[in-house]
């Protein structure tokens, strides 16, 4: 059984910083590209940020560009993601999800598994 599993996420105050982790267990993810998206109430999912299978290329949506650092750890099958001078809005469940394919994607059609979430929680 594959699994994705994120952890770190909780409450935080505006300008502050958490570390997302995602495990993957079930079957190595090494040559997948991963990503993470977020989720907030009455809103679509969103793409955040991915990275290639290597660790290599990176891409990230414009909003978080310079504030948010996703890598990986292929040794260890965990996707991270280190989030900088968080902002209240961008409170959100966070996903983490790894591609069919071995590039970074922003697509979310492209992700064929996710995990269950975590909450993050950005207090003003």
């Known amino acids: 059984q594959v699994l994705l599993v994120e952890s770190g996420g909780g409450l935080v105050q505006a300008g502050g910083s958490l570390r997302l982790s995602c495990a993957a267990s079930?079957?190595?993810?090494?040559?997948?590209?991963m990503g993470w998206f977020r989720q907030a109430p009455g809103k679509e999912r969103e793409f955040v940020a991915t990275?290639?299978?290597?660790?290599?290329?990176?891409g990230y949506t414009d909003s978080v560009k310079g504030r948010f650092t996703i890598s990986r750890d292929n040794a260890k099958n965990t996707l991270y993601l280190q989030m900088n001078s968080l902002k209240p809005e961008e409170t959100a469940v966070y996903y983490c999800?790894?591609?069919?394919?071995?590039?970074?994607?922003?697509?979310?059609?492209?992700?064929?598994?996710w995990g269950q979430g975590t909450q993050v929680t950005v207090s003003s």
């Open positions: 999800a790894a591609s069919a394919y071995s590039l970074g994607s922003r697509t979310r059609d492209e992700y064929a598994y």
């Open positions: 079930g079957r190595t993810f090494s040559y997948n590209a």
């Open positions: 990275i290639n299978w290597s660790g290599s290329s990176t």
